[in-house]
């Protein structure tokens, strides 16, 4: 009987410090690669879409975060443990089990549901058997404890919760942002170097640099793109509208490929590019990668995923001919940008 009690201690301690564990990853997860990087992306991806205003995004990111630190901490102290941690924990998952739920039956099992952020991609299938395992081992601990193991100190669940949440607000403070236009840099009136480059060597006959041409022929009606409160040429002609994080290694490589490109193909599109201001000091750098310079302005993380669209993701890369969307390109996955493709829907003429 005594090996069987130890065996059940040894058991319920086991299932807290893995539930506790779970919060803490959770929690952590969300701020994951820096916080105000994360912490915008989960507002403008997961709680902005279900109907949250952007200002009260902010505070709910950062208590929802802070509440499941504090539970974390919760589930390895004694304290209101039956009646108040454990409810609150399954109350909590059982919440977010009901949106996976939603999300999967609306738009289905796409995308990162976002419970461990950036850090661990979850699917909302997998995020959801996740919590429902969760949620099991929860109902055990509440029907294997007892209320008369409650201890009852209020200063130090106070203390825990107000700790977790103001820890959060610390290390990802709000920051108030000014409505203003934003700041386009480099010269959109003029034509790229490169391409004035390469049109002066297409003329020429000896020229083995230019290997591809873009045929003059008829052009689409001209339609409104969305973007040109943006850079307000881009609905003239032919532009790639390019969305960008100045740190991000698949954002670069693509800029690369599409600097290769333009010093092939004469009359290639003009870039426009959008960055995250997130590391914004990095942009020289991504440019010296890339191997060109263009136009190109910068947008808070909330406003660039909401530009951009929040189930889609970087590097994002949309063809645009007299504003009529021909070819786009987002993520690192089956949407990936692929310059053989695209180098093809380039050069390939209206019909």
């Known amino acids: 009987m005594g090996n069987n009690e130890q065996l059940l201690r040894t058991l319920k301690l086991g299932l807290r410090i893995l539930l506790a564990g779970m919060f803490f990853l959770s929690a952590i997860a969300k701020l994951y690669p820096s916080a105000p990087l994360a912490l915008g992306t989960f507002e403008a991806k997961q709680l902005i879409p279900m109907g949250f205003d952007e200002s ?38 059982f919440v977010f089990s009901s949106q996976l739920t939603y999300e999967i039956i609306t738009i289905g099992n796409k995308g990162n549901c976002g419970c461990f952020g950036a850090l661990l991609p979850m699917t909302p299938v997998q ?36 700790a977790s949440v103001l820890a959060i607000f610390m290390v990802g403070p709000i920051q108030q942002k000014t409505k203003v236009m934003p700041v386009i840099h480099g010269t959109i009136n003029e034509p790229d170097t490169a391409t004035t480059v390469m049109d002066t060597l297409v003329t020429s006959t000896n020229s083995k640099t230019v290997k591809d041409t873009i045929p003059v022929v008829k052009e689409p009606k001209s339609k409104k793109s969305g973007f040109s409160n943006l850079f307000p040429d881009i609905d003239k002609g032919k532009k790639i509208l390019c969305f960008f994080a100045p740190g991000c290694d698949h954002c670069k490589e693509t800029a690369k490929q599409l600097t290769k490109m333009k010093k092939s193909i ?84 209206w019909e």
């Not at 009260?56 to 390895?76: D, H, K, N, P, T």
């Not at 959801?128 to 055990?140: C, E, F, H, P």
């Open 56 to 93: 009260v995004a902010q505070y709910f990111s950062r208590i929802l975060i802070g509440c499941e630190l504090a539970l974390g901490f919760g589930l390895l102290q004694p304290h209101y443990f039956k009646r108040l941690v454990l409810p609150l924990s399954f109350l909590m998952l």
């Open 127 to 162: 995020a959801l058997v996740k919590n429902i395992l969760a949620m099991g081992m929860l109902v055990y601990l509440f029907v294997a404890s007892k209320k008369e193991e409650d201890k009852f100190d209020h200063f130090l669940i106070l203390t825990i919760i107000l």
């Open 266 to 349: 004469a009359g290639f599109p003009e870039i426009r590019i959008i960055f995250m201001d997130e590391e914004a000091e990095l942009i020289p750098d991504f440019f010296a990668f890339a191997g060109a310079e263009y136009a190109y302005l910068v947008l808070d993380v909330v406003t660039f995923w909401k530009t951009l669209g929040s189930s889609k993701d970087t590097p994002g890369v949309m063809y645009y001919w007299n504003g009529n969307l021909i070819k786009e390109y987002n993520g690192i996955a089956e949407k990936k940008f692929k310059d053989v493709e695209f180098k093809k829907v380039v050069v390939k003429p």
